[in-house]
């Protein structure tokens, strides 16, 4: 009991050590643990004052725990490695959440363009549903993160080995791209000047309304209704030219270049659906008057451009399905 | 390119890292409890943390590769390793496979001990440019 009394540090040291050691329910298992180390420590400081010729002072005996480490490293080194997901899944989580990510806000923004369009939310509600955008991919995140987790742990505590990798085959890879098909800078450039026209045209369009109605602009003016519309439809049209340049850098291979356009074509889906919520977009302005004529005009014109939307939203849905019917087609033929 | 000293150190340790199960089995055909086996490796110029050594005995012993039991000696129980039957084992393999390796670095540092024998020029064929 002598050492117990000359070490007291050690035996602080070693309480510290026991808080955070692992097998909380076993105390004989860190009881052993414990006593080995204490029998080791204990043999180090006696060799400490065999070599010095005088018992460890306190700072002497801290200097050999201060080697040994912090009790909680100590600690740790006594419990099982584990992963929250190794590198034998990681590559497969990283594809999974990037694709999962993706489709979180596709979906949640097709849906709400829909309910948008259909009239069951109002614009602040869309709004809403895509500001709460961050925290769903935080959710996202979570979910895939912890079924990996929960895949990681059954790996490595049933001892198998994941097999997920082994079954490719070489000759399905994609085809070498041939080096002209890369676009040179001014080719990418001019791919993104109708977006860059199209929204130029469209931050005018407020404060010179004849860059729509021409010489009618003497007699049409704006809708009230248009003024709801125009800033998402700017948003979108940023967010529409913002997916284009990505896709120049970005989308290589073919397929690529098919889910940017889906992407696209998503975008057109809403700003569509925004457009369409809208019945007139065009009014004949009081000072102008009460003119019959001018009237059925404006109505004409309201009609026209509310039929020529839903045959423009029509085909966009059409080649939307078009595209993501070539994408699955081509991602089968891969396999 | 200026020399990254923690890159340098990570790698030291990655290299490291399978060497010392080797060091410590070899160690251990003598019976050792921690603190000696310590001493003894660090005398053969085998330093290693006592953070990982003592885990380290207590893993390879739950492997079955080595045996250990509590006894006293110089008035205090001590627990003393020593390699097991199984362990003697994978120990030859595994120095087997240490002298491999040790043997394919040196080929490769100096070419002249190489058997390798390099591909007539007409043969090269240049790799594909990405």
Request: positive net charge; contains cysteine; hydrophobic residues 45%.
């Amino acid at each position: 009991m002598e050492t117990l009394t000359r070490y007291d540090l050690l035996n602080r040291y070693m309480q510290a050590v026991r808080k955070y050691l692992p097998f909380g329910r076993q105390t004989l298992r860190q009881d052993d643990i414990l006593k080995e180390l204490s029998a080791n420590i204990l043999s180090q400081m006696e060799d400490k004052e065999e070599e010095l010729g005088h018992s460890l002072t306190e700072g002497e005996q801290a200097a050999i725990l201060k080697q040994h480490g912090h009790p909680m490293l100590v600690a740790s080194r006594y419990s099982l490695q584990q992963y929250l997901i190794g590198p034998a899944l990681f590559p497969a989580y990283w594809y999974v959440l990037k694709i999962a990510l993706v489709l979180m806000v596709l979906i949640n923004g097709v849906v709400n363009a829909v309910l948008f369009a259909v009239g069951t939310n109002s614009m602040g509600q869309m709004l809403k549903a895509w500001l709460q955008l961050p925290w769903i991919a935080v959710i996202t995140f979570a979910w895939v993160t912890i079924v990996f987790a929960g895949l990681e742990f059954a790996v490595t505590r049933y001892n198998t080995q994941l097999k997920i990798f082994d079954s490719w085959n070489p000759s399905t890879l994609p085809r070498m791209q041939k080096s002209g098909t890369k676009p040179v800078p001014v080719n990418a450039l001019m791919e993104l000047a109708p977006g860059v026209v199209f929204l130029a045209w469209w931050l005018l369009l407020p404060h010179h309304p004849w860059m729509i109605f021409g010489s009618a602009s003497r007699f049409l003016a704006y809708s009230t209704e248009t003024h709801r519309f125009y800033l998402p439809i700017l948003c979108l049209l940023v967010a529409q030219l913002g997916l284009d340049a990505g896709g120049l850098i970005y989308a290589r291979e073919a397929w690529q270049k098919i889910g940017k356009g889906v992407a696209a074509k998503c975008v057109a889906l809403i700003m569509f659906a925004v457009l369409l919520r809208a019945r007139t977009f065009v009014r004949i302005p009081d000072a102008v008057g009460n003119v019959v004529g001018y009237q059925q005009l404006a109505h004409v014109l309201n009609t026209c451009m509310l039929i020529g939307l839903k045959i423009g939203a029509a085909v966009v849905a059409l080649t939307l399905l078009l595209d993501i019917g070539r994408l699955v087609w081509g991602k089968m033929q891969h396999r | 390119m200026t020399l990254d000293p923690i890159q340098f150190e990570n790698l030291r340790m990655e290299l490291r890292r399978g060497c010392l199960v080797l060091a410590v089995l070899a160690q251990l055909r003598a019976e050792h409890y921690g603190y000696t086996l310590r001493k003894a490796l660090a005398e053969r110029g085998m330093e290693i943390e006592e953070s990982t050594l003592y885990p380290l005995l207590r893993r390879l012993e739950s492997q079955g590769l080595l045996v250990s039991e509590w006894r006293e000696e110089a008035k205090r129980n001590k627990r003393f390793y020593r390699l097991s039957g199984d362990g003697e084992q994978i120990l030859q393999q595994l120095l087997e496979e240490w002298h491999g390796i040790n043997a394919s670095i040196h080929r490769i540092i100096d070419p002249s001990d190489s058997q390798i024998i390099d591909p007539p020029d007409s043969q090269i064929i240049d790799p594909p440019k990405y």
